[in-house]
């Protein structure tokens, strides 16, 4: 298993979109949320603003400050934004023109503006227009973008090919991902990247010592490669060293480290194939975390497996489990988001839960207690 140093020990991330209204306190009208990972979580308003909370130490929060907050902040000078996406120390948004701004750490140009000078407010990345999708991983400091034409543009880190062009430079702008043409959708891991293109196929590249990539095979590639034996994919989400696939039958397939469960197929045996999770049908949509993952079901009940300690399965434990088990007393869940050790439910009312690691308030319950079930994360309709 490869360690990740300094403030790139992180985990995972996954982005997902909804749509919502309602009134109360703090918060309102909010459309998307994002987990990034160091414990800080981003959330999209209808009005097109960005909002942040959790751990700020390189200016994730993006508010001009780089003190932490346990409530949530407005992320500075933006105002037409349409996705967000969070990673581990950095974060990005989608703006409605197709460009894309990203703010916090910049170690190895994961900001992609030319520079690798931190930034605690958003700043444009470099020579990226008409993007409809954002990715931003969460062990090694890289990023992904998905332009309309369906091509794959990549910055940042790049020792182990994580930005798929062929080569081990890193890179401070945006450069393309080889081969991959026809993408309608990206996901970006610890240290490796999925891209799904519009036959249904799975393409992967980056860092395969646990056979993260899925193709048989556990060398690392600085190309995309094919995953072996998946067709009919309809989504997909990259863990720390783990990925998932949601199948057009209402299935997920996984593959890759395993070593806590995380594959879900009842066993805790790592494989650089795709194994079925056990057990699950009606799927519509799913997320991976560090080492957990989620799956929400056609009836909006959430199950999750994998990794235990915070209680990020939320059913209530602090076990691991290898199979899904079902988070407690959840029920009218819209979209699921997981990041590092907490997981997220947004419901068809507007509220939105939380559950897992809490070390940075990043559960957004005014405490820095984890949960083991979920809780309301408080005035956020």
């Not at 519009?198 to 094919?226: C, H, I, K, M, R």
Request: charged share 10%; aromatic share 4%.
């Amino acid at each position: 298993m490869k360690r990740i140093l300094g403030p790139g020990l992180v985990t995972c991330l996954a982005v997902i979109l909804a749509s919502c209204s309602s009134g109360g306190g703090g918060l309102t009208n909010v459309a998307s949320i994002a987990v990034g990972d160091v414990q800080h979580v981003l959330v999209l308003k209808q009005d097109g603003t960005a909002w942040a909370w959790g751990d700020n130490t390189y200016g994730a929060l993006g508010d001009g400050t780089n003190v932490n907050s346990s409530v949530p902040v407005q992320v500075s000078g933006l105002g037409s934004v349409t996705a967000v996406a969070g990673g581990g120390f950095h974060a990005l948004a989608l703006n409605s023109v197709g460009t894309v701004s990203a703010w916090g750490y910049n170690s190895n140009g994961q900001l992609g503006d030319g520079t690798t000078t931190d930034s605690n407010v958003p700043v444009q990345v470099s020579n990226l227009t008409n993007v409809t999708a954002i990715a931003a991983a969460n062990g090694d400091p890289f990023a992904l973008a998905l332009k309309s034409d369906g091509t794959v543009w990549a910055w940042g880190y790049n020792a182990d090919g994580e930005l798929g062009n062929g080569t081990n430079t890193s890179s401070n702008v945006p450069v393309q991902v080889s081969t991959v043409t026809n993408v309608t959708a990206i996901s970006a891991g610890g240290s490796h990247s999925l891209a799904l293109e519009s036959d249904g196929s799975v393409w992967a590249w980056g860092y395969n010592t646990e056979g993260q990539l899925g193709d048989g095979t556990n060398t690392s590639t600085n190309t995309p490669v094919q995953i072996s034996g998946l067709t009919g994919i309809t989504a997909i989400a990259a863990g720390l060293i783990h990925s998932l696939a949601l199948k057009s039958d209402g299935t997920v397939s996984a593959w890759g480290d395993n070593t806590s469960g995380q594959l879900g197929d009842g066993n805790t045996t790592s494989t650089n194939t795709p194994v079925q999770v056990s057990g699950l049908t009606a799927v519509t949509a799913i997320a991976a975390g560090d080492t957990h993952s989620l799956a929400l079901k056609s009836d909006s009940s959430v199950w999750a497996w994998g990794y235990n300690s915070d209680g990020e399965l939320g059913n209530g434990s602090t076990s691991d489990s290898s199979i899904p088990v079902q988070v407690s007393s959840l029920i009218g869940v819209t979209t699921i988001a997981a990041g590092g050790d907490t997981s997220l439910a947004l419901k068809g009312d507007g509220s939105l839960w939380a559950w897992g690691g809490n070390a940075d308030g990043e559960l957004g319950d005014g405490t820095t207690t984890n949960r083991s079930s979920p809780e309301q994360v408080t005035g956020l309709h």
